[in-house]
């Protein structure tokens, strides 16, 4: 076996390690945010030590599954776009569930934790684009004008945040939950629960995938 041969297998070996051990601290953390190093480790089938070699400690695995988990989230968001600034509106509360409904307890510790700041950095511009939705609707009048924009779009985000920590305590399968999501945001900018409702109803790209989705699903595995 030549020298770069032999060099790129242990690479290969320790390239497939850290994958194992991020997505093994993906569901370990969703179950309990305040568990062990151990328990990911135990998780992944591989040894204390191993975690070690590739993280420092605790914070820099969260660090790591936190900004890659943003990214993730913000890669799929820049993809919404849909000219009525409702639709657009829903389809990002809706994407957003989406992406983060198989890991709710670690997308609440994300934005609520002592990552926050880092977090809210890396959805910067997601965030940028619910103002411009929000400022197109008010513009329009299809939304509420007596808060201002940056206030709405606040509390969009929050009303987001509220429905998935609610998941997290309060079983709600995938389905159900992107609805909800929906819901609440139209309703937050001000449309009522009815015409809520019956404006998701209207929009074909806000019907949720035909999937199978009978039970809720909070252990971090795909739903």
Do not use: C, K
């Not at 998780?43 to 988990?69: I, K, P, Q």
């Not at 509106?89 to 002592?114: D, K, N």
């Not at 001000?190 to 809720?216: C, H, K, M, Q, Y």
Request: charged fraction near 25%; aromatic fraction near 4%.
């Amino acid at each position: 076996m030549t020298t770069s041969a032999a060099l790129r297998i242990p690479r290969r070996d320790a390239a497939a390690n850290r994958e194992s051990l991020l997505a093994a601290a993906r569901i370990v953390f969703n179950r309990d945010p305040t568990a062990s190093l151990e328990a990911v480790a135990t998780e992944a089938g591989l040894s204390r030590r191993s975690v070690y070699g590739h993280f420092a400690n605790r914070e820099e695995l969260l660090f790591e599954l936190v900004t890659a988990g943003a990214r993730r989230v913000a890669s799929a968001l820049e993809a919404v776009t849909h000219p009525d600034p409702l639709a657009r509106l829903a389809l990002i509360a809706s994407t957003l569930w989406r992406e983060v409904e198989s890991v709710r307890v670690m997308a609440v510790v994300a934005v609520r934790g002592p990552l926050a700041l880092h977090t809210a950095a890396t959805l910067g511009s997601i965030r940028a684009d619910l103002r411009a939705a929000i400022t197109e609707g008010q513009a329009e009048g299809s939304m509420r004008r007596d808060l201002p924009a940056e206030r709405l779009a606040r509390l969009v985000e929050d009303t987001a945040l509220v429905v998935l920590e609610d998941s997290t305590e309060h079983p709600l399968g995938a389905r159900d939950g992107g609805r909800l999501v929906m819901l609440m945001t139209l309703a937050v900018v001000g449309l009522g629960w009815r015409d809520a409702g019956d404006f998701i109803d209207g929009w074909t790209e806000l019907t949720w995938p035909a999937v199978d989705d009978s039970s809720a699903n909070t252990d971090g595995t795909d739903g």
